[in-house]
């Protein structure tokens, strides 16, 4: 017998159950990291930024569906993260929906601009020198997509020129196909 008072034998039988059980929960979810592929070549290389290699994940659960690809850079003790995620368009559409905004204090910057054609969505701490970008690429009755370009250690003119470099449209194209 152990500390919980169970005997080997009750030890077996309890980690069988459990990872039956386990499994059980996540059949429903068909979780192909090669999906993924489509999307990871869109996160390219920045100029005198170090990368790491693009990783994504897809996840297919009926009616609700997700596939992202991320990657994250590095250049003198700066980052930036960048995410693209296709997805079931309720998780989409809701950010989609925000109205035009223009906030700025001494403290930090948040809009909703337009550019290029596309809603955009910024957010900037002065103080911490980070931020956020977010890059609406598509939204369909089912689906939709989003680039998010999370950034620290630089200004936000400098983020956004760098997201800017990033093909939105491109991204849009080949997003909108994955389902």
Same mark, same amino acid.
């Given at each position: ?28 979810? !068909? ?28 996840? !297919? ?14 250049? @003198?003790? @700066? ?70 370009? !999370? ?29």
């Amino acid at each position: 017998m152990d500390k919980l008072g169970m005997c080997k034998k009750e030890k077996v039988k309890f980690f069988i159950i459990f990872f039956a059980l386990l499994s059980v929960f996540f059949i429903p979810f !068909n979780v192909d990291a090669d999906s993924s592929n489509v999307i990871k070549p869109l996160l390219k290389e920045i100029k005198a930024w170090s990368a790491e290699k693009a990783e994504g994940m897809s996840m !297919n659960m009926g009616e609700i569906k997700m596939i992202n690809a991320s990657r994250s850079y590095k250049k @003198n003790g @700066n980052t930036i993260d960048v995410v693209i995620i296709v997805g079931s368009a309720p998780m989409i559409q809701g950010h989609m929906q925000m109205p035009q905004m223009n906030i700025d204090s001494s403290e930090g910057s948040m809009n909703i601009d337009n550019i290029n054609g596309f809603k955009v969505f910024k957010a900037y701490d002065k103080k911490e020198k980070e931020g956020h970008i977010m890059v609406f690429l598509f939204s369909k009755a089912k689906y939709g997509s989003i680039f998010m370009f !999370n950034y620290s250690g630089i200004s936000s003119e400098k983020a956004l020129k760098i997201a800017e470099g990033f093909d939105w449209k491109n991204m849009k194209n080949v997003t909108s196909g994955v389902f």
